[in-house]
């Protein structure tokens, strides 16, 4: 069975640093396109950054120079590394296996930027 | 970036069908995916490419894309259909690779 588990979300003060992870069973995140995708309060859903199987990446531009996504093999983990964060970076982020389409997501995880 | 255009919000009476629309340029050359957000849960994807089901999703739910608009059809509507619905395409530019629709919140009268 497939599943995807955030965790590392929390409160964080502006300009500080945040690492989300994602750990995976059911497949392996290295053979697959891995993303993450976020969800500000009340609003819609927001495509962020993209692993692929070759381990090149790629990032919207709200996020990039900020975000860092990454994967540890051994672990068949996913994270994203998240600095000099914003309030307008709070929201719940998701993980989520793309193949063809988002077709699996993590349960999200809660990150909140304020003072 | 590819813009995709839903009507922030959908009634319709239980035992009725539901259509939500995702409007774009020529959107009917891509292939468009509907996912489905309850209330503080993860997405679930009930419609890809254009009009397939994903196994386990009920075939009350089909879907439909041409020319600038693609619709996700829910027929027989029950309370639990209740719901955020996103569609979502390719969106082939290197800072927006995916792109979602605003979403639309289905209520169920």
């Known amino acids: ?115 | 970036s590819f813009v995709l255009t839903q009507p922030p919000s959908v009634s319709v009476a239980p035992g009725q069908t539901a259509s939500i629309t995702c409007g774009g340029n020529n959107i009917g050359s891509k292939s468009v995916h509907w996912y489905q957000q309850k209330p503080g849960q993860a997405p679930v994807l009930v419609v890809y490419d254009d009009s397939d089901r994903p196994s386990g999703i009920p075939e009350r739910f089909s879907g439909s894309n041409s020319g600038n608009t693609a619709t996700l059809a829910i027929s027989r509507v029950e309370a639990g259909d209740e719901a955020d619905y996103y569609c979502q395409v390719w969106g082939s530019s290197s800072d927006h690779l995916w792109v979602f629709g605003g979403g639309t919140k289905l209520t169920v009268l």
């Open chain 1, 1 to 115: 069975e497939v599943q995807l588990v955030e965790s590392g979300g929390g409160l964080v003060q502006p300009g500080g640093s945040l690492r989300l992870s994602c750990a995976a069973s059911g497949f392996t995140v290295s053979s697959n396109y891995m993303t993450w995708v976020r969800q500000a309060p009340g609003k819609g859903l927001e495509w962020l950054s993209v692993i692929y199987n070759d381990g090149s990446t790629s990032y919207a531009d709200s996020v990039k120079g900020r975000f860092t996504i990454s994967r540890d093999n051994s672990k068949n983990t996913l994270y994203l590394q998240m600095n000099s964060l914003r309030a307008e970076d709070t929201a719940v982020y998701y993980c989520a296996r793309f193949l063809g389409n988002f077709d699996y997501w993590g349960q999200g995880t809660l990150v909140t930027v304020s003072s």
